[in-house]
């Protein structure tokens, strides 16, 4: 049986580091960390429902028709709640792909956990590195 929510946010290696890209759309790492104030963009799966539903298997449409989830999640870094969401749904151009933009807190550098919560469902912590 499916449930409506069970986030789990992407990773690229085994160390567990987030799927994760800068502003410039580049891929978050050791040597380009987020940047405190910044707006990243992190990659997900198991965000429930959106708007604009596209058929199974399509990829979903950018703007102005975004396929937004119908729930706002909250995404915590380094133990502190980012509090501007920006977008929440699937990512443009790809098939069941989620994306999440939001603005990194000041949560001091190093590498911190980041979680996604939506539908009371908190996913495990990925790794963000952070400056």
């Known amino acids: 049986p499916l449930v409506p929510y069970a986030p789990s946010i992407f990773t690229v290696d085994t160390a567990g580091n987030a799927a994760a890209l ?3 759309f580049n891929v978050i790492s050791a040597s380009n960390p987020a940047k405190q104030g ?3 963009s992190l990659y997900c799966n198991g965000l429930g429902p959106v708007t604009n539903t596209p058929a199974s298997g399509d ?3 950018g703007p102005p028709n975004l396929s937004s989830t119908t729930t ?3 995404v915590s870094i380094g133990g502190q709640t980012a509090t501007d969401v920006a977008f929440s749904g699937l990512a443009p151009g790809f098939a069941g792909l989620y994306q ?3 603005r990194v807190p000041n949560v001091g550098s190093g ?3 980041v979680t996604v919560s939506i539908g009371g469902v908190t996913s495990l ?3 963000l ?3």
Do not use: E, F, L, R
Request: hydrophobic residues 40%; without cysteine; charged residues 10%.
């Open 125 to 127: 912590a990925a790794k």
């Open 59 to 61: 990829p979903a449409q």
């Open 38 to 40: 910044q707006y990243i």
């Open 100 to 102: 999440i933009n939001v």
């Open 22 to 24: 800068d502003a410039g």
């Open 129 to 131: 590195n952070v400056q």
């Open 111 to 113: 590498v911190k956990p």
């Open 72 to 74: 706002m999640p909250t």
